[in-house]
């Protein structure tokens, strides 16, 4: 059935990577995880990684894409767009009628 949906993407759960260096089960489900990605010819996306170590360990089965305070702290919007040079939309709009 997951065949029959327009799905370019699945994110593995931080539940999974919280103890994914230290529970066989969770490293598990995450491998399997990636390894369905793999076969469906989908990226894969885990988030709650907060260190190189677990990240290192995801890349190296083939996960693609993290998410976590490992790669930075969430930021506003606002403080988003400053730090990438991104005009948030709503500028955009006054700029651009």
């Known amino acids: 059935m997951l065949n029959q949906y327009p799905v370019t993407r699945i994110k593995i759960d931080r539940s999974f ?3 994914l260096l230290t ?5 598990s489900v ?3 995880i990636l390894d369905i990605a793999r076969n469906f010819e989908i990226e894969a996306i885990a988030e709650g990684i907060e260190t190189a ?3 290192h360990d995801l890349r190296q089965h083939g996960c693609q894409e993290g998410q976590g305070y490992w790669f930075g702290k969430p930021l506003e919007a606002q403080a988003f767009a400053s730090k990438f040079g991104l005009v948030p939309q709503t ?3 006054k700029i651009n009628p």
């Open 91 to 93: 500028f955009r709009q």
């Open 30 to 32: 995450a491998y399997a």
């Open 23 to 27: 529970s066989r089960r969770d490293a």
């Open 53 to 55: 170590e677990k990240w």
């Open 17 to 19: 990577i919280q103890n």
